[in-house]
Every structure is written in C-alpha cells, then in structure tokens.
C-alpha cells in the first residue's frame, strides 16, 4: 500500500481522521497518508465574501429590493466541521459534500430574518435613504444575539450596497419628487417676486417719506418767510410812525422848504417836476387855516 502526501495552505484548518477519529490537527499541516485509510478535512479560515438580494416588504406593505453584502470568518474550525461536512479529495481538495456552500446559506439566513425585522417597522422613504443605519443595526443584532456563534463563525461586516423599490412605485415616487421640485422651484420663483414687490414698495414708501419731508420744510421755510416779511412791515410802520412823529410840530412852511431845498440838491435825479403857485398857496393856506 503507497503512503501519499498533503499540505495544507497557510489558511486551511486541516484534520486527519483515521479510523473515524483525529489523528492529527492543525493549520497549514502537512502529513503523508494512507489513502483507504485516511479522510481530509479542510476548513477555510480565512474571511469570506458573501452578496445577497432580498424581496422585503416595509411597514405599508411595498416590496423594497435590498442588495448588499456581507464578510464572515470560521473561528472555531473543530466545532464546525463538527456540524458541517467539510471533507476534500486529498488529490483534487474538492469538497466531497455541499456542506461548505450550506454554512454560507445558513449564515445568509440569519442576515435575511433579521434584515426582514428591520424593514418591517419602516417605511419605504426610510428605507431608501437608511440604507448604512439599517446594515449597522442588523449587523449589531446578530453580534449580540450571538446567532452565528453556534455555527463556529464570526460576522466581521455587512453591509447595504443598494435598496430599489418596485418598478411601478419607482415610478410614482420619481412622478413625487419631480412635483417637489417643481414646487421648490415656483416657491423660488413666488419668492423672488415678493422680494422685489417688497423692495419696490420700500423705494416708493422711502421715496414718499421724502417728499413729505420736503413738503414739510418747504411749509416751515414760507411760514418763516411770511413771518419775516410781517415783522418786516412792523418795524418799517413802527420806523415811519417814528420818523412822522419827529415832524409834527413842525411849521409846514418849514417843511415846504426842506423839501424844495432837498428837491434842487437831487435834481439832476428829477425827470421833471411841476409846482404850481396854486399848490404853494394851497400848501401855505391850509398849514395857517389849520394853525389857526
């Protein structure tokens, strides 16, 4: 009987079951085996990719599309292949059963109950624009739930790449926020044009607050004028009354003679200037009826 030889890669777990029992254990082992004797089983440990795509409804019963994915590892090796068959073809290290693909399944399982608890208490809005707060919340429910603990894994990440709704309420919530916008757009629109009512009803208001200003200095300006002129008038009676006064007592005799003497001073002023005997004896006479 030929002995053969296996070496395991840096990331395999490798059991030797002889005789139905571990003969030996370890990561990365190599060994020299007999073939009818020996079963090889390998554990991956190092961490793994899986993407999945669930159909979920949300609190007003709308199926939402939630794309995502997630990364696990095998940190109890012995415990799983314990659960799950993981025996390879020492010459070809293909699985002997679909055990393997059934560990990934089973953990996608957990990801999908618990992402279906999740979406169930939102609405569909949330859904789409929640997409990193909902990968956190599952994700921390399964680590302290421990829900993959037993199968020997542990979940390093997960992650929510993409959520869709139907095609038909793709649709109407497209129609939706194409209406917001619009309506954003003629509030913008409304909002510029009270703005500018409200600038030119200012300019006007401003532009009457100054012409009643004018008007109201332009009143004070003619009452002062009217003031003056009054007062003007006032003193020029009051000087004339004055003056007047001085010349009372006078004889007009005198007064006639001051006048013509005043008269020949300033005659070269005088266009032409007529005095009649008859004005001088009128003068004259009434001056000494009334003296008398």
Do not use: W
């Amino acid at each position: 009987m030929l002995l053969e030889h296996f070496r395991g890669q840096p990331t395999d777990h490798v059991l030797e079951y002889v005789g139905g029992k571990v003969a030996r254990e370890g990561k990365a082992l190599s060994f020299y085996y007999l073939p009818l004797r020996t079963s090889v089983v390998v554990v991956p440990t190092q961490s793994i990719d899986a993407s999945f795509v669930f159909q979920e409804m949300t609190q007003a019963y709308q199926i939402v599309a939630i794309q995502g994915q997630f990364t696990y590892r095998i940190v109890t090796p012995r415990h799983t292949a314990e659960l799950l068959n993981f025996a390879v073809n020492p010459k070809t290290r293909q699985y002997l059963s679909e055990d393997p693909e059934r560990l990934r399944q089973r953990i996608t399982n957990v990801v999908h109950m618990e992402m279906r608890r999740e979406v169930a208490g939102m609405l569909l809005e949330e859904v789409l624009k929640r997409s990193g707060e909902i990968a956190d919340a599952v994700s921390s429910r399964i680590r302290d739930g421990r829900l993959v603990e037993s199968l020997g894994v542990e979940l390093l990440s997960l992650h929510v790449l993409n959520t869709k709704p139907a095609p038909e309420m793709a649709k109407a919530l497209e129609a939706e926020s194409r209406e917001a916008l619009l309506r954003r757009a003629d509030e913008a629109i409304y909002a510029r044009r009270r703005a500018a009512v409200d600038e030119e009803r200012q300019i006007k208001e401003s532009e009457l607050a100054t012409d009643t200003t004018l008007e109201q200095q332009r009143e004070e300006l003619i009452a002062l004028q009217g003031a003056n002129v009054e007062r003007e008038a006032e003193y020029k009676a009051r000087a004339t009354g004055l003056e007047l006064s001085a010349y009372s007592s006078t004889d007009p005799r005198t007064l006639l003679a001051v006048a013509l003497k005043d008269l020949g001073e300033n005659a070269s002023q005088i266009g032409t200037l007529t005095v009649t005997t008859e004005m001088l004896a009128s003068i004259l006479n009434g001056s000494n009826s009334g003296a008398a």
